[in-house]
T-cell receptor, first 113, second 114 residues
Framework: DQQVKQNSPSLSVQEGRISILNCDYT??????FLWYKKYPAEGPTFLIS?????DKNEDGRFTVFLNKSAKHLSLHIVPSQPGDSAVYFC????????????FGGGTRVLVKP | NAGVTQTPKFQVLKTGQSMTLQCAQD?????MSWYRQDPGMGLRLIHY???????DQGEVPNGYNVSRSTTEDFPLRLLSAAPSQTSVYFC?????????????FGPGTRLTVT
């Protein structure tokens, strides 16, 4: 059973509006969460992360929210730009598991001009 | 500084054939790993290594072998390819002491097994 799930396989949003991507996890040992962005024919690139001791982390247009009690995190992109069109993966790791990552299935985002 | 490189970019194999996917990094990273990406499944960890001479299994290791004779290279071997191994394969590297967000991924190898 997948320990990290992204229940929305795709999302379409108008340029300038907010994109909200959701991710749920089941393993309570996860203590570090990441979002990766992936363009076609390229490897994933790190976007933003959050430690379990925080509930929010912001970096420019990107904000990640963590709700530990609900085992849920979300990525907000404001404002969305056409260059944000990509597949976004949620990932999680355990502190004592080093750099091993468990990924969600991904959400394909399309930002329409 | 080329980062993480993978060869080949594309490969088609027949069932039962063997091949090696190459991965190299020039950042002197101790940690290297292999993931496979399948539709709807995200990336799943196959094998990883925390340094030369040390390897360990990830979530989906069956059908794959690895070795780490140098810091720079971490090849992934398929001894007898099966259609279930059709996937996109990504190699990643980082410093062992680094955080999980400091991993760098290669561009991927798209493998089709017929």
């Amino acid at each position: 059973d997948q320990q990290v799930k992204q229940n929305s396989p795709s999302l379409s949003v108008q340029e300038g509006r907010i994109s909200i991507l959701n991710c749920d996890y089941t393993n309570s040992m996860f203590d570090y969460f990441l979002w990766y962005k992936k363009y076609p024919a390229e490897g994933p690139t790190f976007l933003i992360s959050i430690s379990s001791i925080k509930d929010k982390n912001e970096d420019g247009r990107f904000t990640v929210f963590l709700n530990k009690s609900a085992k849920h995190l979300s990525l907000h992109i404001v404002p969305s730009q056409p260059g944000d069109s990509a597949v976004y993966f949620c990932a999680a790791s355990e502190n004592d598991a080093g750099n091993k990552l468990t990924f969600g299935g991904g959400t394909r985002v399309l930002v329409k001009p | 500084n080329a980062g993480v490189t993978q060869t080949p970019k594309f490969q088609v194999l027949k069932t039962g054939q063997s091949m090696t996917l190459q991965c190299a990094q020039d950042m002197n990273h101790e940690y290297m790993s292999w993931y496979r990406q399948d539709p709807g499944m995200g990336l799943r960890l196959i094998h990883y290594s925390v340094g030369a001479g040390i390897t360990d299994q990830g979530e989906v290791p069956n059908g794959y072998n690895v070795s780490r004779s140098t810091t720079e290279d971490f090849p992934l071997r398929l001894l007898s390819a099966a259609p279930s191994q059709t996937s996109v394969y990504f190699c990643a590297s980082s410093h062992t002491s680094g955080r999980a967000d400091e991993q760098y991924f290669g561009p991927g190898t798209r493998l089709t097994v017929t």
